[in-house]
């Protein structure tokens, strides 16, 4: 046998030794993982397997290829679809849907490059000025987004009064609108909002507070249209509206199963990777089992990654 002389063959024998171990399942996770994520805590995979075709509702992208507009206040370091790549391994999901980000403005030039990278598993929802003609909103449609976000809680570009006028000029294309609004912009507006010709998708459990939800007015305009069949939700970004913070976030448990329960073929799940808002990123493994447990049985768990996304993405 060959006598190991260096120090540097020996690290190199050793890893190659410990990687045919792991591989082999004779190491714990633990001590086999030995890549960090980005932007992303934890090394561990989700221990909860998925479904086949598990979509990742809400992502972002960003590319230094692409630069962001002035002043953007969720300007983020690179974030790419290589990268987003290693977070699908890890959680288990294959088919995802990138958003495009308040950084670009109403640029979707990035996320178009990340939906031709990221091929048919993918869709996008995009960002557009009020002057955006029909050959621009065909063209976008061509290359996979499905949707539009007026993200009004972080920047001006989409106003609510452009709401109603997109809706009509979307729906032929059976695209949806997506919000991100606070509680007194949403109660202001419900009346509009409730007449859409196009089905409403909200942000980030619709801010609906976790302390005594049910009561607050947004939880009944929420759900009505849940009911109704004439909205989503995504559950994402449970740090958002957490009071209790990570890694439980357990103050938001009852309000995620109680909408479930409520509208399971109205629900959506997405990681909010690379998590844009928070500076200590959490654990993407913890928040996909956290999900896993929110659904609590095998058919509702296929209901929100996989039916209810299909259904709404056009997959």
């Given at each position: 046998m060959k006598t190991i002389q260096t120090r540097r063959d020996f690290l190199l024998h050793s890893g190659a030794m410990l990687a045919g171990l792991a591989s082999a399942g004779y190491l714990p996770t633990a001590m086999a993982a030995d890549e960090a994520f980005p932007h992303s805590s934890g090394r561990e995979r989700a221990s909860r397997s998925l479904p086949s075709n598990a979509c990742d509702s809400h992502m972002h992208i960003y590319d230094d290829r692409f630069a962001a507009v002035p002043g953007a206040r969720l300007a983020h370091a690179a974030a790419t679809v290589a990268m987003y790549r290693q977070i699908q391994k890890r959680n288990g999901t294959t088919r995802t849907v990138v958003v495009t980000p308040s950084a670009y403005g109403t640029d979707n030039s990035c996320t178009l490059d990340a939906l031709a990278q990221l091929g048919a598993d993918a869709r996008g929802v995009g960002v557009v000025a009020k002057e955006v003609t029909d050959e621009e909103l065909?063209?976008?449609?061509?290359?996979?987004?499905?949707?539009?976000?007026?993200?009004?809680?972080?920047?001006?570009?989409?106003?609510?009064?452009?709401?109603?006028?997109?809706?009509?000029?979307?729906?032929?294309?059976?695209?949806?609108?997506?919000?991100?609004?606070?509680?007194?912009?949403?109660?202001?507006?419900?009346?509009?909002?409730?007449?859409?010709?196009?089905?409403?998708?909200?942000?980030?459990?619709?801010?609906?507070?976790?302390?005594?939800?049910?009561?607050?007015?947004?939880?009944?305009?929420?759900?009505?249209?849940?009911?109704?069949?004439?909205?989503?939700?995504?559950?994402?970004?449970?740090?958002?509206?957490?009071?209790?913070?990570?890694?439980?976030?357990?103050?938001?448990?009852?309000?995620?199963?109680?909408?479930?329960?409520?509208?399971?073929?109205?629900?959506?799940?997405?990681?909010?990777?690379?998590?844009?808002?928070?500076?200590?990123?959490?654990?993407?493994?913890?928040?996909?089992?956290m999900m896993a447990s929110w659904a609590g049985s095998e058919e509702k768990l296929k209901a929100l990654l996989v039916d209810n996304p299909a259904r709404l993405y056009h997959f």
């Open positions: 065909a063209r976008l449609d061509r290359a996979g987004i499905k949707g539009l976000r007026f993200n009004v809680a972080i920047t001006s570009v989409m106003t609510p009064e452009m709401i109603e006028p997109m809706a009509r000029r979307i729906a032929p294309l059976g695209w949806h609108l997506q919000l991100n609004m606070s509680n007194d912009d949403l109660l202001a507006n419900r009346d509009m909002l409730t007449k859409l010709p196009v089905p409403i998708v909200f942000d980030h459990f619709a801010k609906i507070p976790v302390q005594n939800s049910e009561s607050h007015p947004v939880f009944k305009f929420v759900t009505d249209l849940l009911a109704a069949k004439r909205a989503y939700i995504k559950l994402s970004g449970a740090y958002l509206v957490s009071k209790v913070g990570g890694p439980s976030y357990s103050d938001v448990t009852p309000l995620a199963r109680k909408l479930i329960d409520l509208a399971p073929t109205q629900v959506l799940w997405g990681s909010d990777w690379p998590h844009p808002t928070e500076k200590h990123k959490p654990d993407d493994a913890a928040l996909v089992d």
